[in-house]
């Protein structure tokens, strides 16, 4: 195959359009060449750096070395081909993020030295008697016991809740764990609920659950793994929803500058209510609140990986438009983002990790049509 033929190929095998046969093609393309050199004579400079596959493989793994939730499977064979794949035709990108609409030429933004660094496991658990415990700067082993409830930091850096006593007592102390901008943690609740917390976000919970349901308070970005209990529902609240779930995996999205509160079911059943309506939802499907009425509507999601994309360390877009892509990125790299100029009303879709500096970061978002500069410590989206 010639380097044209080899990139339209290319192209719909990861746009998933390729027939059999020509996934056959590009497979045994990429088996050709696995571990080889690629000299900048194969492609245009403005599509390879010269990168060999080797390189590729060790950083891929690297960046994907995050805490996942446990039933959620990311990484098929097919897509850790597809994404080397991919980032040898994207000058060394990580991973493909295209913009929707058309071919814009690569420009790459020039970034002046900056403080700006990606979030990582950051939080504050404020206990029940007022105090607080700084999580990323605490030592592993037993935080406190309250009232027969033991708060653990594991070694993988987790916040566990084990329940050695009597319920009803400590019931009634309440907890809250809540991210900086820049901050995410993992928690495991008394009843064995895992909890993920995106940046700017928080959940407050009863060191254990008594009585005969099981109520926690969120904001920002958080997601569920609830622990089956037919007898003891779980009721997520927020400040414009009340979400009824017996066992289920679901991701709230709360933030207060996002148009509408959106909650996506992945797995089992939850229970929506809003005022006086109520809805049902099944796998695949998310409820949004907001807007003028402020009723619930729903739609079906195509790409759920996208939804917890952040949970496996990616930002992950589904055509979203570029305040919403922005909106991201500033809260995990806790920044001000700022427009130079009218905003473009185009749609977004592709990932990236969330563990590259601020410099990578732009050089990617280049990639998309999106051309950003930094000063002082804030991100500037200049018109191209």
Known sequence: MNTEEIKYLLKKYNDQTASPQEKKLIEEWYEHVNGEELQPSEFSETE???Q?????QSRIKAHANVKKPKQIKLFSAWFFRAAIVLITLSAGLYLYLKQTESNVPVIISKVNKTEIIPGGDNAILSLADGSKVVLNKTADGQIADQSGVKIIKTKSGELLY??????????TAMNTVST????????????????????????KFPAAFAGNERKVEVT??????????????FIVH?????????????????????????TTLLEGSIEMKTGNQKVLLTPGQQANIGGKSGAIKIREIDDLEAVIGWTNGYFQFEKSDLQSVMRQVSRWYNTTVNYNGTIPAKQY??????????AKLIEMLSYTGIHCSVEHNEITVNPR
Do not use: M
């Not at 060999?52 to 590729?56: E, L, R, T, W």
């Not at 927020?238 to 066992?247: A, E, F, M």
């Open 48 to 50: 390879i750096k010269s």
């Open 52 to 56: 060999s596959f080797s390189n590729i």
């Open 162 to 171: 084990r329940f050695v006593g009597d319920p009803n007592a400590s019931a």
């Open 180 to 203: 900086p901008r820049g901050g995410q943690y993992h928690l495991i609740l008394a009843d064995g609920t895992e909890v993920w917390l995106n940046a700017a976000s928080s959940v």
């Open 220 to 233: 920002g970005e958080v997601y569920f793994e609830v622990s089956k209990n037919k007898a003891k529902p």
């Open 238 to 262: 927020t400040d414009q929803s009340d979400i009824k779930v017996l066992g289920t995996h679901f991701n709230v999205n709360t933030y207060d500058d996002e148009e509408y509160q959106r």
């Open 349 to 358: 879709t592709g990932k990236i990790p969330r563990s590259v500096n601020v």
